[in-house]
């Protein structure tokens, strides 16, 4: 090979990769997003205890680059981060796929009899390499700009880690299925990578069908591959055991996030496991059903027509010349596939992440055969690369406006406008977690925004390390429900130790704790979450201590022990909605359109008719596709002078 050809060979795939993160940068959330963002930037910027798993190798590395001192706010920095991770995943990704076509002489048999032969050949012949690096290009390409896989560069999040991880563990183990000896050696570096995967994430397990099918294929199923396998385990069990140790350490000295409070093996095994979601795995049939539906139906919408129909062309093609490799992804992806649809979870994408990989593995391969075949044909070889090369790009333009999070200050404004109506030291009782609960980690926690404001979630009011977070950052308001706490504690024990336990029991004390944080926090200004007002208490299943009443605030319920007018601050707060729409942000223009409606009714029952037109000019500036209630368009209509 040409000395040209070795430096394209090693510089491109830099150069993609470089590229690819300059796009990333582009399409980067400035601030806080949806669901766990708030929450994991918070984590790693104070070095808590995340949501289980636990996530501690996120969360050391995390806590370390944060303390770069690049000019720019910490959740930027966390975010960042995530299109570094996306970025390697996508170079890893690459040279995977050069090494396994580097590594695979393609033959069409000149009989039926003859079989497809392996040539063992890390360097590519000369007429052989363009098309090959190429084909990972094009792979490559695919891969970063659909849109599961680009989404995890916009913000921080746990599996933007896992996506690079997920690749490491296909490189080392093609490295190692590919070598030319039988050195132990060769798979201590998989054995690593599996070890630094379930330190980040337990979805590490779905690569163990691609790494056992590889390493049994190499060392066969003998005695001795069975040896290296337990000493392969045994060099790397240190390394999960370091990070995982971080947990029970750090718990120790009481964080301010401190999630499950692993101090004790029962704590820890509880959260590793996950346990509290494992309710949601192989919960049904037709939840299966409903997620694989999703996953097909969203193919295209990730890939593009044209990247399913190389994929696919890949597909038939490398079990037409290759069946071993054919096999293999084949195996690992419909393993992969059956674990990820059985888990019964509205943000399912994120588990599709390592199919998503084989599939643009396949595309790789789709596009060497076509571009083997097609070279055939024309002439010109640097413009059939040049075009294949805009195909690649296909999903950069297809799905660059549903991924961008370049403007996305909604969740930011949301929490802090929240955090902003309400008296000093009040109490905010909600369970809105991917819309404000998240979002307030990071700015009390991290920007210390409104730090004296008691946010406490009600669903997490359920578990019994929360208890101890709350009496951590807030020891009066837990202090002043001692007496419930104990008792729904002691009701809660046996149901999460699977012991028997009284349902009945355990609701009603859950209850009484509930009841009592306004009653016996009265000293503090109580505010609810829309959504308790529209489902628990209309279901009859929360209920306020006697006398108390709720008042539409601004964006959220007061509870107050009064009949009398109650005034709210005038509506100024300031929301910037995102050109990029979603179900969330979605949420949060229903949310504060319904409460400024409540807040509308409430002050023209006062009669404070100039009152309500304020909070009505609010939300027709603010939200102008709101369907505002008649019975106020009418009021209001007719006070016109």
Not at 291 to 311: D, S
Request: charged share 15%; net charge positive; aromatic share 16%.
């Amino acid at each position: 090979m040409s000395v040209k050809n070795l430096i394209t060979m090693k510089y491109l795939p830099i150069a993609i990769t470089v590229f690819i993160f300059i796009i990333y940068l582009f399409t980067l959330a400035p601030s806080v997003i949806q669901i766990d963002s708030g929450e994991l930037a918070a984590v790693q910027a104070t070095l808590g205890i995340a949501h289980p798993t636990g996530y501690p190798l996120f969360t050391i590395i995390g806590y370390l680059f944060l303390k770069i001192p690049f000019p720019i706010t910490t959740i930027a920095k966390a975010n960042l981060l995530a299109a570094v991770w996306c970025s390697l995943g996508v170079f890893l990704f690459i040279k995977s796929v050069l090494l396994t076509l580097n590594n695979t002489s393609i033959q069409k048999p000149n009989n039926k009899k003859q079989k497809t032969k392996t040539i063992k050949s890390v360097e590519p012949t000369e007429n052989n390499y363009n098309l090959v690096l190429v084909s990972a290009i094009i792979g490559g390409l695919f891969l970063s700009f659909s849109k599961t896989f680009w989404m995890q560069s916009t913000s921080v999040e746990v599996y933007s880690l896992q996506i690079f991880l997920f690749t490491l563990i296909i490189f080392t183990s093609l490295k190692a299925f590919y070598s030319d000896n039988n050195k132990i050696t060769n798979w201590k570096w998989v054995g690593f990578s599996l070890a630094l995967g379930f330190s980040n994430h337990m979805t590490t397990i779905l690569t163990l069908p691609l790494v056992s099918i590889l390493y049994f294929m190499k060392e066969g199923f003998i005695k001795n591959s069975i040896l290296k396998i337990g000493f392969t385990f045994l060099i790397s069990l240190p390394i999960l055991i370091l990070f995982y140790s971080f947990l029970p350490l750090r718990a120790l000295s009481n964080p301010e996030i401190n999630w499950g409070n692993p101090v004790n093996w029962e704590n820890f095994f509880r959260h590793i496991t996950g346990k509290q979601y494992q309710i949601w795995l192989f919960s049904s049939a037709e939840a299966a059903k409903k997620q694989l539906f999703y996953f097909i139906n969203n193919l295209t919408l990730e890939f593009t027509i044209v990247g399913i129909i190389l994929a696919l062309i890949g597909l038939i093609l490398t079990f037409k010349y290759y069946k071993k490799l054919a096999l293999v992804l084949s195996i690992s992806f419909i393993v992969a596939l059956l674990y990820s649809v059985n888990y019964d979870i509205v943000d399912i994408d994120s588990y599709f992440l390592f199919n998503y990989i084989l599939i643009a593995l396949f595309i790789s391969t789709g596009s060497y055969y076509l571009l083997k075949t097609l070279a055939k044909f024309l002439r010109s070889k640097q413009l059939l690369i040049s075009a294949s090369i805009v195909i690649g790009l296909l999903p950069l333009i297809v799905n660059y406006s549903a991924v961008d999070q370049s403007d996305q200050f909604t969740f930011e404004d949301y929490t802090k406008s929240i955090l902003n109506s309400v008296e000093n030291n009040s109490i905010i009782f909600s369970y809105q977690w991917d819309y404000f609960i998240s979002a307030s980690y990071y700015y009390q926690f991290v920007e210390n925004y409104r730090k004296d404001v008691v946010v406490i979630d009600k669903e997490l009011l359920r578990r019994s390390w929360y208890y101890n977070q709350l009496q951590r950052n807030y020891p009066d308001v837990v202090n002043n429900i001692d007496y419930e706490v104990k008792n729904f504690l002691e009701a809660l024990k046996p149901f999460e130790k699977d012991e028997n336990y009284n349902p009945s029991i355990l609701e009603l004390r859950y209850r009484d704790v509930m009841t009592n944080l306004i009653s016996k926090n009265s000293h503090r200004d109580y505010y609810i979450g829309l959504e308790i007002y529209a489902n628990e208490m209309q279901r009859g299943e929360y209920t306020l201590p006697e006398g108390y009443q709720l008042v539409p605030h601004l964006l959220l319920f007061k509870a107050v022990k009064s009949n009398d007018y109650i005034s709210a601050p005038d509506p100024d707060f300031v929301i910037r909605f995102s050109n990029n729409e979603n179900r969330y942000t979605q949420f949060i223009k229903e949310t504060i359109g319904r409460m400024l409606s409540y807040r509308i009714l409430y002050e023209i029952n006062w009669n404070k008719i100039d009152r309500a037109k304020m909070y009505y000019q609010k939300l027709r500036s603010l939200l102008p596709e709101f369907k505002v209630p008649e019975p106020i368009i009418k009021v209001l209509e007719s006070t016109k002078q």
